[in-house]
């Protein structure tokens, strides 16, 4: 029973040590084999386990003489030499009192601390840990390996580093994870590869294969990944509802293969069940693409289109057509996009909350106006750098969106002392507020705003011609705000 024992958690750490040799880093630290008695024995197979497990032996101290002479040896013919040797015989009796046993006799060592918490406290510790540290883990002792392959602990993968070769790593660990149920790994849901420079369509595709109950998956600065592996896995992972691929240059659409696409049903139509995407600096995205995304993505409710350079008002009118429940959307620094792309945005009415349009140099009050008049429940709002605001578009901002919590007009040269007393009137929720290098800003503006809104928890004039004497009253009506100015005098 012993052997088999000892077989099948060979077997264990082997696979524990391969998992961890891909995952990890880290060298592998190869345990030395103790070197072969030369004695015989009685009991080849029981001396052949006491010089790996010393447990049920004396340890017996280096030179010795005669000792092996003594009672209780094994063997008359075995020299010692420097190393400590373990030696077996049958438990001394409890009044021996020959000195050579009371010195070869140690006390046992103290448990370590953490080996006393119950298996469900190491299992929530592990549960903090990232996949690497995670197999690590695994190789310490037989208990640590059970408990760091607990399938609750498997429903996220997290690997990070340049230099860890992911497409290696996705492969073994999916196939340990795949011994239960053959192919599939039904529990993980989570795959987080963001920074992995090495990951390519090879890993993606391993994903794609063996995880159909995939639901969120970040590949963020992955460049080398292509619309094709993308396509495998939002055909082959149908729960998929939050993808991450900003940073990802190769990306210009979100499809179904043609093959998932055939064998879908009339009835079920080409959708696709994603609802959070992310495409932050896809430089190639085109409208076209953003049209193919639109008629596959219906469900969006969150899209981020930061640095889509290549977007202009016609692909915020797909956008549109087809997505009509987005809550959050930014085309910051899409320097195409006008007050006719706001116009288009603008009819996705109160079902918009979050709106990004920073650095859209086109867009002036005529667009804020259809933005305020239309969507009515917004709370955020970053126009920083829209230089074609005024007063005028603050002010329809202000008595249409009475619910706004968060507004940036920074860089608006044209927004004055007038817009802001007209928003602290209307916007009594207003908790950020970001005017900087607004250079028509004074003091009496910020002390109408502190005090109407004295929710106010994040203030930004920096680089404002402002007072120390408007600063210390904003600091006295709103004693939670925290103030980010360039006022040296005021501290």
């Known amino acids: 029973m012993g052997a088999n024992n000892g077989k099948q958690y060979g077997s264990e750490g082997k696979g524990s040590s391969s998992i961890s040799s891909d995952v990890s880093s880290s060298t592998d630290h190869t345990p030395t084999k103790a070197q072969k008695n030369v004695g015989t024995s009685e009991d080849s197979d029981l001396s052949m386990r006491t010089l790996s497990t010393p447990s049920p032996a004396?340890?017996?101290?280096?030179?010795?003489?005669?000792?092996?002479?003594?009672?209780?040896?094994?063997?008359?013919?075995?020299?010692?030499?420097?190393?400590?040797?373990?030696?077996?015989?049958?438990?001394?009796?409890?009044?021996?009192?020959?000195?050579?046993?009371?010195?070869?006799?140690?006390?046992?060592?103290?448990?370590?601390?953490?080996?006393?918490?119950?298996?469900?406290?190491?299992?929530?510790?592990?549960?903090?840990?990232?996949?690497?540290?995670?197999?690590?883990?695994?190789?310490?002792?037989?208990?640590?390996?059970?408990?760091?392959?607990?399938?609750?602990?498997?429903?996220?993968?997290?690997?990070?580093?340049?230099?860890?070769?992911?497409?290696?790593?996705?492969?073994?660990?999916?196939?340990?994870?795949?011994?239960?149920?053959?192919?599939?790994?039904?529990?993980?849901?989570?795959?987080?590869?963001?920074?992995?420079?090495?990951?390519?369509?090879?890993?993606?595709?391993?994903?794609?294969?063996?995880?159909?109950?995939?639901?969120?998956?970040?590949?963020?600065?992955?460049?080398?990944?292509?619309?094709?592996?993308?396509?495998?896995?939002v055909s082959l992972c149908p729960n998929l509802e939050h993808l991450d691929v900003s940073g990802c240059s190769k990306v210009t659409c979100i499809s179904l293969t043609r093959e998932a696409s055939i064998k879908l049903s009339p009835l079920h139509g080409k959708q696709i069940s994603i609802r959070y995407l992310d495409m932050t600096d896809c430089f190639v995205l085109e409208d076209e693409g953003l049209h193919t995304i639109a008629a596959h993505c219906t469900q969006l409710t969150h899209l981020y289109l930061r640095r889509c350079v290549r977007l202009t008002d016609e692909g915020l009118r797909y956008l549109v057509i087809y997505c009509a429940s987005i809550k959050e959307l930014s085309v910051s620094d899409c320097r195409f996009v006008s007050d006719f792309g706001l116009r288009e945005i603008a009819k996705l009415e109160s079902r918009l909350r979050y709106l990004s349009i920073a650095h859209c140099g086109r867009v002036t009050d005529v667009g804020i106006r259809y933005v305020a008049k239309y969507c009515s429940k917004l709370r955020y709002l970053n126009a920083r750098g829209c230089e074609g605001i005024t007063d005028h578009g603050v002010e329809y901002l202000a008595k249409n969106c009475t619910k706004l919590k968060s507004l940036d007009i920074g860089k608006c040269p044209l927004v004055s002392d007038t817009g802001l007393e007209c928003l602290a009137l209307n916007c009594f929720n207003l908790k950020r507020l970001s005017l900087k290098s607004c250079e028509s800003i004074t003091g009496q503006g910020l002390q109408i705003v502190a005090a109407n809104c004295f929710d106010l928890q994040t203030l930004n004039v920096q680089d404002c011609e402002v007072s120390v004497e408007a600063l210390r009253f904003v600091k006295r009506h709103c004693k939670r705000c925290v103030i980010e100015h360039t006022n040296p005098a005021f501290f």
Request: hydrophobic residues 35%; aromatic residues 6%.
């Open 58 to 233: 004396l340890i017996c101290p280096p030179n010795l003489p005669g000792f092996q002479n003594g009672r209780g040896s094994s063997t008359s013919s075995s020299s010692i030499t420097g190393e400590t040797v373990a030696m077996v015989h049958s438990p001394p009796p409890t009044r021996l009192t020959h000195p050579l046993i009371r010195l070869a006799s140690r006390p046992q060592k103290e448990q370590a601390s953490i080996d006393r918490l119950p298996d469900h406290s190491v299992v929530h510790i592990f549960s903090f840990l990232p996949t690497n540290q995670l197999c690590r883990c695994a190789r310490v002792c037989r208990r640590w390996y059970n408990l760091a392959w607990d399938p609750r602990l498997w429903r996220t993968i997290r690997l990070t580093g340049e230099t860890i070769n992911v497409d290696r790593a996705l492969k073994v660990l999916t196939r340990r994870l795949c011994q239960d149920t053959p192919n599939v790994c039904l529990m993980l849901e989570t795959v987080t590869v963001s920074g992995c420079r090495r990951l390519t369509d090879r890993g993606l595709y391993t994903i794609a294969q063996c995880c159909p109950e995939l639901r969120r998956l970040e590949v963020s600065g992955c460049y080398n990944i292509s619309n094709e592996a993308v396509f495998d896995v």
